[in-house]
């Protein structure tokens, strides 16, 4: 079979480039990212309505339109508020050379199936990379979901922590770990408010569906409802992995953030709640859900 290949462009006035297709028709996400780092989708001009469209992405696979690919210029989606060009290069010269040291990175959300080859494999692409580890349980050797990756290179280290990175098929983040932990920072990194709930999630529901990214040790629905909750992981790397997310339970899309501390601005919860569905709304905590409540739940 011939490959086929689809246009795209970073935008649509530009020269596009040619990307090849899989046998099945389909576009890997991943392809388009090797040209294109850190695209998340890609759209198109409706020639019928002019107007912009989504090109459909399933578990980092693009599908064609109804009518195909045909000859359209696909654009490139970018996660929203990022730049390719967030990098600055005449920042790099304000550090002197004898300071650019490389750190380990950690690499947060991962899929459970990756490897350290794999690892390794995909970060050598952005320069050479001197060490890879992905963290396991000591017990079941199964994937925490994060890892650590090094390079000989400061300005790989840049590039990489400047994007996010597609990696088997799901969204991840490289940064520095964060070494300055206040004493109630990692009971807070462990917890995350999941907001946006509808009153016919239950707290088993919702601890099913957390457990495929890692151990959950309790989950806390308010009384009455509120239309959040709180989970609270064994680690605390799943936990800030997931944090700005937006995932989808039994068809409704909820927001993680992360669990303020209960000595933290409470009025800035009773916000966020509010923001995320009935909330707290305009009449204090009211009903049964007192401060205690929140206490006990953080």
């Known amino acids: ?8 462009a970073e935008e649509e006035n530009e020269e596009p480039m040619e990307i090849p297709s899989e046998d099945d028709g389909t576009v890997l ?17 409706s020639p019928v309505s002019q107007c912009m469209r989504g090109v459909r992405l399933v578990e980092g696979v693009l599908h064609a ?17 990022r730049k390719m060009d967030e990098i600055d ?19 947060l959300g991962l899929p459970w ?18 060490m890879v580890q992905v963290k396991r349980d000591v017990k079941t050797g199964n994937s925490k979901g994060f890892g650590f990756v090094r390079f000989a290179e400061w300005e790989a280290q840049g590039k990489v922590m400047s994007q996010r990175h597609m990696i088997d098929g799901r969204w991840c983040d490289c940064k520095l770990p964060n070494s ?8 807070r990194s462990r917890k995350v408010f999941v907001g946006r709930c509808t009153e016919d999630i239950t707290a088993d529901e919702l601890r099913q569906f957390f457990m495929q990214y890692g151990e959950v040790t309790d989950v806390f629905i308010p009384k009455p409802f509120r239309a959040f909750a709180f989970v609270t992981f064994a680690d605390d790397q799943v936990a800030a992995s997931l944090c700005g997310e937006d995932l ?21 919860m009773m916000e966020r709640a509010g923001r995320f569905g009935n909330g707290f709304g305009g009449q204090g905590f ?13």
């Not at 009211?286 to 953080?298: I, K, R």
């Open 65 to 81: 339109p109804e009518n195909g690919w045909g000859n359209l210029v696909y654009v490139v989606n970018y996660p929203k508020g």
């Open 89 to 107: 290069a005449s920042s790099a010269t304000k550090i002197k050379r004898g300071d650019q040291k490389t750190s380990d990175l950690i690499v």
């Open 29 to 45: 996400l991943s392809t388009v990212a090797a040209q294109f780092p850190g695209a998340c989708g890609l759209r198109y001009r």
């Open 248 to 268: 989808i339970i039994k068809g409704v899309s909820v927001h993680i953030s992360n669990a303020e501390p209960k000595h933290n601005n409470t009025r800035q």
């Open 286 to 298: 009211g009903g049964t859900f007192q401060l205690d409540s929140y206490n006990a739940c953080c």
């Open 113 to 130: 199936k990756t490897t350290e080859q794999d690892l390794k494999d995909y970060f050598n692409t952005f320069g050479e990379v001197i």
């Open 180 to 187: 300055k932990q206040g004493p109630d920072e990692p009971m």
């Open 1 to 8: 079979m011939a490959e086929m290949y689809i246009r795209v």
